[in-house]
């Protein structure tokens, strides 16, 4: 395929703080690399990455659309799965347990409050276009913002472009020995301007379209940090933007996470002019996360059934109205559930006694009061379809 290889410019540079071994204070110009400029380009794929893409598409397409009723708690089950996994690519990992407590604002370790951050950038992203609404960099700021605001190290940079020159790997101190440079500082609001006049198209193949933005957006490096999650979730917001989806989101980061390795040598070979691989890959990614997505999806429609039956709770009594908000809500503490079924508050707490006994549902902390409980069923298919995704992958 045709598709223009980045372009070496040799730069200045100078240290902003002396610190790094001599080689790192010496160093006296980094080669940076010029993506292309692609809002106009076409995209021409082979005939059987566009029969695998439309396939992927039909895929996705079903999982959209199965059982209606669970679509809530499979798009937020769906969104703090593919959250999770592309946390991971960053090597940023924590339990389940962990990660539902930072959900509720419970101090926990660092790796679970990042976790909940870019859940809560992906959301953002992907919802700003569900009317129709095309993709802006003011959204793209705001998920960047939802993404590092709270991070020790970075919050200062929260939410606005880099205006530092930034690279990948090799040296902590300068870009010595760097992996990858990208390009300057002072080109980022001409790039990023450009990969949303592309992003916002509707004459190209939507995968190729997600997996070129994506790309694209790793090769800007627009921000100090934060980039590979927010490159990711645009992946979800071109599908979602152009229909694809409508209430889902694909996890596709559990197929990536699982041939981390692979994933950015993609990326090295779209910036060496290789653009089909990146597709094809991100076609079979999705194709395997929307199949074990739906595999989920009949999952969570038998739940229900099973708890009420597991339970035997009486129609209208605190356990019965519980168990269905369950699904829709399956991390939960004991003042949330108070608030949403109503009625005395000792008959709400005996009803979350009932459902404990009965390992419908487990706490997640040490707490004695105003516990955080988690539904045992749904956080083990947290975990399980991640693993499922990133086994097929392999």
């Known amino acids: 395929m045709d598709w223009p290889a980045h372009v070496p410019e040799v730069r200045a540079w100078r240290q902003r703080t002396r610190s790094g071994a001599a080689a790192d204070r010496m160093l006296s110009e980094v080669v940076a690399m010029r993506p292309p400029l692609i809002g106009e380009r076409d995209v021409r794929l082979s005939p059987d990455v566009a029969a695998a893409m439309e396939a992927c598409v039909l895929e996705i397409a079903a999982l959209d659309h199965s059982h209606g ?11 703090r799965t593919e959250s999770v996994a592309s946390s991971k690519i960053e090597h940023i990992d924590a339990s389940v347990d962990d990660y539902a407590r930072a959900l509720h604002g419970i101090r926990s370790n660092p790796s ?16 700003s276009v569900d009317d129709g609404e095309d993709i802006d960099t003011a959204m793209i700021l705001m998920a960047h913002l939802a993404l590092m605001v709270e991070d020790p190290h970075e919050h200062t940079y929260a939410g606005r472009f880099r205006d530092l020159q930034n690279w990948i790997g090799g040296s902590d101190h300068s870009p010595r020995n760097a992996v990858y440079v990208p390009p300057p500082p002072e080109t980022v609001d001409e790039y990023m301007a450009d990969l949303v006049a592309f992003a916002n198209r509707t004459d190209l193949p939507v995968l190729s379209q997600a997996a070129i933005v994506h790309a694209q957006f790793e090769s800007i490096h627009p921000f100090t940090d934060g980039n590979g999650r927010i490159g990711r979730a645009l992946i979800n917001t071109v599908l979602r933007r152009r229909g ?147 086994a097929a992958a392999r």
């Not at 390992?359 to 009061?369: A, F, K, N, S």
């Open 244 to 390: 694809v989806t409508r209430r889902v989101v694909v996890p596709l980061a559990s197929a990536l996470v699982a041939r981390r390795d692979d994933y950015f040598d993609l990326l090295g070979a779209y910036r060496d002019g290789w653009v089909e691989p990146i597709i094809r890959s991100f076609t079979v990614a999705s194709t395997i996360a929307a199949q074990e997505s739906r595999v989920t999806a009949d999952r969570i429609a038998e739940l229900a059934p099973t708890w009420h039956r597991t339970v035997g709770a009486r129609r209208g009594s605190a356990a019965f109205r519980l168990l269905e908000r369950l699904v829709g809500a399956p991390i939960f503490s004991a003042s949330e559930a108070e608030e949403a079924i109503g009625g005395a508050t000792s008959s709400v707490y005996a009803g979350i006694e009932r459902l404990h006994a009965a390992g419908v549902i487990r706490p997640l902390t040490q707490r004695t009061r105003n516990q955080v409980w988690g539904a045992v069923d749904i956080l083990n298919e947290l975990d399980d379809l991640a693993g499922r995704i990133a």
């Open 69 to 79: 009723a669970e679509l809530a708690a499979l798009e937020t089950l769906l969104l």
């Open 112 to 127: 679970a409050t990042s976790m909940v951050a870019s859940t809560a950038a992906l959301a953002a992203l992907v919802r």
